[in-house]
């Protein structure tokens, strides 16, 4: 259906799981910057839609959702600044395809490239690597539409807010365009080392996740040994990928998938072949269906220093959550100021869980899970199931106060806020 401004309008609409239907009465798709500012500043409750990878309700509305998917695609690579700036809707692996080609590259990538760049900043999405900060921490600046349709442009370091405004949950307005930062394309070698032991990899834990430019680990928690670890290397830092044997474990043979059963033909190029970090540091490829699609996932973000302590507490927790799990990823971050990132002011590891699609039995682990990771100060990935609301996580969060402050100025009248951050943001 066309609706009278042109846009496309789209009813009974669900997310990429397919776990959640939105209870927004229409999906409203913008061509220009104008028409997306006139649909803001008419409409009384709204938010901007991604492409849908979250597995809760952040994007909900009871309003009108808003994708910029079919706003006019731009991608303009300013190589004085090294920046490139991006419409919102914009998809990593369109934008991943289009710098490599120019010659440049983006920091790192999340395990898939089918997010759209102003969701993933949103919640501060992330990959892997001891030295790398979430994708969010690429944001040099941004345009933001505003509760009254105007638009709100800033920089980094121009404005104190700034560190507030880029993990913004959508709660600020509607992200128009981002710029980001960009380096030099690099080579990147993939290998994967399947059956690693636990007691190596924990006694050298540091070693492990810094012996390439971005580590994964796969595991079930289960038993002795960790299905697999996956090593991106740059290929002039070389190193992890070219060894014979990784803490007890050995090089697949063939492409590998995270999850079992599961071809590793839709992953990216694996068997230490070198080629271009746009076709290597997501772990599945733009053109085929990202991880399992029939899952759930949760992840919780935790400071470094505990990392070993959270992995043994997650591997005592293997009675509970290994029967509900298809796979969990063990990662690194960089410590950041951005206020709403989980890894804000440590570096992190991010406890990641695949669950199969039994959301009632999902939920009834969470608060388990959740309470044995509370000492370690955990912190819930923004765009996956988390049962903890606002009285837990204001704690953990020391600019917290700051984003309702900076959220309640922005959008004085509450257009942007839905259920979602009334009980995980704004709830007592
Ligand atoms: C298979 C799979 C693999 C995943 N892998 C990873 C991973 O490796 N690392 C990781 O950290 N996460 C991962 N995720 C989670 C995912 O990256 C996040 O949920 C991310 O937010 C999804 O982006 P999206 O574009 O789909 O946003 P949506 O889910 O559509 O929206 C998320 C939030 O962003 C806001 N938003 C969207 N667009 C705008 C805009 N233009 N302006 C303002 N706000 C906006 C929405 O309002 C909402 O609050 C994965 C998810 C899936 C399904």
New binding site residues.
Partial sequence: MVSEAGTELHTEEY???GNLRYAAAEVREPRTVAELQDLVAGASRL?????????NR??DTTGALVS?EHLAPAIEVDSGSMTATVS??TRYGTLAAELQRQGYALHNL???PH??V???V??A???SGDRNGNLATAVAGLELVTADGGILTARRGDTPDFDGMVV???AL????SLTLDIEPAFPVVQTVFENLSWDQVLENFDDVTSSAYSVSLFTDWNGDRIGQAWLKARTEEAGGAERASFYGGSPAAEARHPIAGVSGSTCTQQLGVPGPWSDRLAHFRMEFT??KGDEL?S?YLVPREHAVDAIQTMRRLSHVVTPLLLVSEIRTMAADSLWLSPNYGTDSIGLHLTWRQDQPAVEAVLPAVETALAPFGARP?W??LFDAGASRLAPLYPRFADFKALAGRLDPEGKFRNGFLDTKVFGS
Wanted: proline share 2%; no cysteine.
């Fill in positions: 997310n990429w799981a938010r901007a839609l991604g492409s849908r990878h979250s597995f952040i994007a910029l919102g809707g999340a395990s898939l997010i759209s102003a969701g993933a949103a919640t999405t992330h990959g913004g949950l959508g307005g509607v992200v128009s990202p991880s996932q992840e990935h765009g996956k």
